[in-house]
């Protein structure tokens, strides 16, 4: 059967890490973006450069009539999608006084309502075809706290419950959903913490090291795959250790 895979914000990161672990496993694959079109683009080119066939789609995850669009798109290029990886997401420090409405819900737009537009728009194919596979990208700030990081933990610890109650109620439905809990990876999002304290979170992790995009994209790749047949509503950590 033929497999494609929609991947939010893959145009850098972890998302584009995905997009090419998902091409090398199979999949074709749609990129989503929001700014960055060139960088979508050069994505793109990696997966086909595995055989596979790429879309690239421009949609803010905020938007539901966007990602709808931004589905149907997919859907024309590639075929039913059978797999959602929502990795778009913004983080930001602040304390939890100076976070202004505007931020609080943006984040919580992008971060948690970006998840249930994808979902929303993928879903009545999924149930009526009895299958899918849904996987979030959620952190280690949403299973435990963070000084400076409150909207953001917040959103994350709202996709482990969007994970856990979606996974109960579409399993009668064969659709699969878990979520991937990153610990501290090494893309332009952690930048602005300095190369001090990210030095100092490398420290903080057992592993000795922060992480790679392509160790969330291997944990992904693995929860879409046939292996992961009889998982569903789990919450994968991967974070050298950093939350034990
Ligand atoms: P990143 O390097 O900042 O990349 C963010 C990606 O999301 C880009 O492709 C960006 O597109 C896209 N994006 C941002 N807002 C969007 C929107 N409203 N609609 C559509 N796409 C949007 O981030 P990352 O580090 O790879 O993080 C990816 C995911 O992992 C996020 O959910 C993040 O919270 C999570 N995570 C990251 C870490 C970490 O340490 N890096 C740890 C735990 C969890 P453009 O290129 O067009 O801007």
Not at 24 to 38: K, L, P, S, T
Not at 83 to 100: C, K, R, S, Y
Not at 174 to 180: F, L, T
Request: hydrophobic share 45%.
């Amino acid at each position: 059967m033929k497999q494609v895979a929609l991947v939010t914000g893959a145009s850098r990161g972890i998302g584009r890490a995905i997009a090419v672990e998902l091409a090398r496993e199979g999949w074709d694959v749609c990129i989503n973006y929001i700014q960055h079109h060139q960088a979508a683009e050069e994505a793109a080119h990696a997966v086909r450069a595995l055989g596979r066939r790429a879309a690239v789609v421009q949609a803010d995850v905020a938007d539901g009539s966007a990602v709808a669009e931004m589905v149907r798109e997919a859907e024309r290029d590639l075929g039913p999608v059978s797999l959602v990886v929502n990795n778009a997401g913004i983080a930001g420090q602040a304390q939890f006084q100076d976070i202004t409405d505007e931020m609080w819900n943006r984040y919580l737009a992008v971060n948690l309502g970006g998840a249930r537009n994808t979902i929303k728009a993928v879903l009545p194919r999924m149930i009526s075809e009895k299958a899918g596979c849904i996987v979030n990208i959620s952190s280690i700030w949403g299973l435990r706290g963070a000084s400076c990081e409150v909207a953001y933990a917040c959103t994350k610890a709202g996709i482990i419950a969007l994970t856990r109650s979606l996974a109960a109620e579409l399993g009668p439905s064969q659709i699969r959903v878990n979520c991937v809990a990153p610990g501290v990876i090494n893309t332009d999002m952690v930048q602005v913490l300095g190369q001090e304290t990210l030095r100092d979170l490398a420290g903080q992790t057992p592993l000795g090291r922060l992480g790679t995009p392509e160790d969330i994209a291997h944990a992904v790749a693995f929860l879409a795959s046939d292996k992961a047949s009889f998982i569903t509503g789990q919450v994968l950590t991967a974070d050298g250790g950093f939350v034990v």
